[in-house]
């Protein structure tokens, strides 16, 4: 559950707003056709605030409503996390920051509560039913790796919990998630890449018990995490669902989490680096997972505990951004020109061929374990001073600058970006760290062609190539 930044052209999938209680699976259902999970479709208007609406199962998701009251709820740049906050159904839900606070906002009926809980700093904000009793309570973990829940916030609850993960797990993580391994209670759980083996791990912690569980994932190996959701399985429990990146390809994974084995994989082209979990199909097993084309037309649901058979759907206004209660997207409004808050930044590109980001530039000097950008033939922006490097949410956080091979023709005539000696001289965790600190989710955005950028990255991790 990171925070991602999305434009107003974004689409996020806002898959089913489902809710687990107990063993069962309880969709939300707008609709009121008691089958299939609808899917909550966002707008940002022109005064950047938010517009809740869903696309109906009942139309194969090709037609809008309106949610009740859900019309300037919340505004650009809030985190969303709709679900069963109150004890009656579900609400429409946002996180926003207040100076260096954090509040969490339900809309119940008509009317919207506020509960104050969290810092700007928090690396991760995290909903679900940490206690069992069928509510969704706040939990957060800090940038020190505090884990603290406050339960049931908006259902007149009072008792906290709190815990710890190791320090060096939440710096060195890529996601957060909720998870129910047993069927009664969600567990918190981070997924980390290790260092040595370039193999990925997930954490998790019962916040009632204060019991741990690690596990590593079998087949998973170097490249990125992108999402990491909750995916509910047959039996009440939930399943570990994965979209991964290694050099430039995107696929799904879906894992045991009490084991570590494989239940699913398969590589996925010009798809989003997030999809959406929810029971699209009741006469299949357990939960299907939806992958959303890149260019916001269509997604892809995949029953993955059935018979892995996959339908494409259309998505008809590819304007809307859509989401569910098991990520925490964060919608930010990017206009041309200014300064901070994703003020220069109009669009983004991925790193890809002829765009190069490497972790730790090869050389001696200044430039050595910090990062470098290559530009090779029309990927070239004719730029040679400094680049600006923002956050994920759009906060100029450093640079990286220009430097004129000496060697002729080297990477196919590339030009150069380094953080070393030439910009701001940040390490690749730095640049995460600075991002995390202003309010983003560790991933970079890196000043390319004219408003447009390159990302969002991770600065850790190689992404394309020259």
């Not at 056709?33 to 998701?61: C, K, R």
């Not at 505090?146 to 996601?175: C, E």
């Not at 995916?231 to 050099?247: C, F, S, V, Y």
């Not at 994974?253 to 979990?277: M, Q, R």
């Amino acid at each position: 559950m990171r925070f991602t930044p999305f434009s107003k052209q974004a689409l996020l999938s806002v898959g089913s707003l489902f809710i687990s209680t107990g063993l069962y699976a309880q969709s939300i259902d707008f609709s009121g056709d008691g089958a299939e999970s609808d899917i909550v479709s966002v707008t940002i208007d022109d005064d950047d605030n938010i517009d809740w609406q869903y696309l109906s199962s009942d139309s194969d998701f090709a037609t809008r409503e309106d949610i009740s009251n859900g019309g300037d709820v919340g505004e650009s740049g809030d985190n969303l996390v709709p679900g069963p906050w109150t004890g009656s159904g579900n609400q429409v839900a946002y996180t926003t920051r207040d100076g260096k606070k954090v509040n969490w906002v339900v809309l119940d009926g008509s009317s919207e509560t506020s509960v104050e809980f969290g810092l700007r700093k928090d690396k991760y904000l995290i909903p679900g039913d940490f206690n069992g009793n069928g509510t969704f309570d706040a939990a957060r973990i800090s940038s020190k790796s505090a884990i603290r829940v406050m339960a049931d916030p908006f259902n007149s609850g009072s008792a906290t919990y709190q815990g710890n993960f190791l320090k060096k797990h939440v710096k060195q993580s890529q996601d957060a998630f909720r998870l129910n391994l047993t069927g009664d209670r969600d567990q918190i759980g981070i997924v980390r890449k290790i260092s040595k083996n370039k193999r990925f791990k997930i954490y998790l912690k019962d916040v009632l018990t204060n019991a741990s569980t690690t596990q590593k994932l079998i087949g998973l190996r170097r490249g990125g995490i992108k999402d990491a959701v909750p995916l509910r399985q047959a039996d009440g429990t939930d399943a570990l669902a994965i979209i991964h990146r290694k050099n430039g390809v995107k696929s799904l994974h879906v894992f045991d989490p009490e084991t570590g084995e494989s239940l699913y994989s398969k590589e996925f082209s010009n798809i989003k680096n997030y999809g959406l979990a929810g029971d699209y199909d009741r006469t299949k097993d357990g939960e299907e997972f939806a992958v959303i084309a890149k260019d916001n037309t269509s997604m892809t649901i995949i029953s993955v505990f059935d018979d892995q058979s996959e339908t494409t759907v259309s998505i008809t206004n590819s304007d809307d951004v859509l989401a569910d209660d098991r990520n925490v997207h964060s919608y930010k409004s990017n206009t041309s020109g200014g300064g901070g808050g994703g003020g220069s930044c109009s669009g983004t590109t991925p790193f890809g061929a002829g765009r190069l980001w490497k972790p730790e530039a090869d050389a001696n000097d200044a430039r050595q374990h910090k990062p470098v950008m290559l530009l090779t033939g029309s990927n070239k922006n004719g730029n040679s001073g400094k680049l600006t490097v923002y956050s994920s949410n759009g906060v100029a956080i450093g640079s990286v600058g220009f430097k004129a091979s000496s060697i002729p023709g080297v990477n196919n005539g590339a030009h150069h970006y380094f953080s070393g000696g030439f910009g701001s001289g940040h390490s690749c965790s730095q640049f995460r760290s600075l991002s995390q600190a202003a309010g983003g989710n560790g991933d970079i955005l890196v000043q390319w062609k004219g408003s447009t950028c390159l990302g969002p990255q991770n600065p850790c991790s190689r992404a394309g190539g020259v």
